[in-house]
């Protein structure tokens, strides 16, 4: 079992900046690769940005390229998401996961069908 937990997540202005963290524990973290999803109200769980076991690979959505970074931290079993320029759009429930094949191909995916464990969700919200 895969226990994911994610922080960092607050009220922020219009321009400002959150990182959020993903602490994972139960298997072996450095060998899956993670990704990071959003739920705004009333709308579908979308892909914002993933990252290879390795961290050699990234993706990220049209709307936070160039806003976002993905990074992990083998050696702590956590992956984070720093954002800037926040716009109120970005307002959400953000989730990481956690890649259901050991390895993959390397090349993180977009797909939510990818991803077999979840976190809980740390609300995001930009005041404008």
């Known amino acids: 079992q895969v226990h994911l937990v994610e922080s960092g997540g607050g009220l922020v202005q219009a321009g400002g900046s959150l990182r959020l963290s993903c602490a994972a524990s139960?298997?072996?973290?450095?060998?899956?690769?993670m990704g990071w999803f959003r739920q705004a109200p009333g709308k579908e769980r979308e892909f914002v940005a993933a990252?290879?076991?390795?961290?050699?690979?990234?993706q990220y959505s049209d709307s936070v390229k160039g806003r976002c970074t993905i990074s992990r931290d083998n050696a702590k079993n956590t992956v984070y998401l720093q954002m800037s320029s926040l716009k109120p759009e970005d307002t959400a429930v953000y989730y990481c996961?956690?890649?259901?094949?050991?390895?993959?191909?390397?090349?993180?995916?977009?797909?939510?069908?990818?991803?077999?464990?979840w976190g809980q969700g740390t609300q995001v919200s930009v005041s404008s």
């Open positions: 990252i290879s076991w390795s961290g050699g690979n990234t």
């Open positions: 996961a956690s890649d259901s094949a050991r390895y993959g191909s390397g090349w993180p995916s977009r797909q939510r069908n990818d991803y077999d464990y």
């Open positions: 139960g298997r072996t973290f450095s060998s899956y690769a």
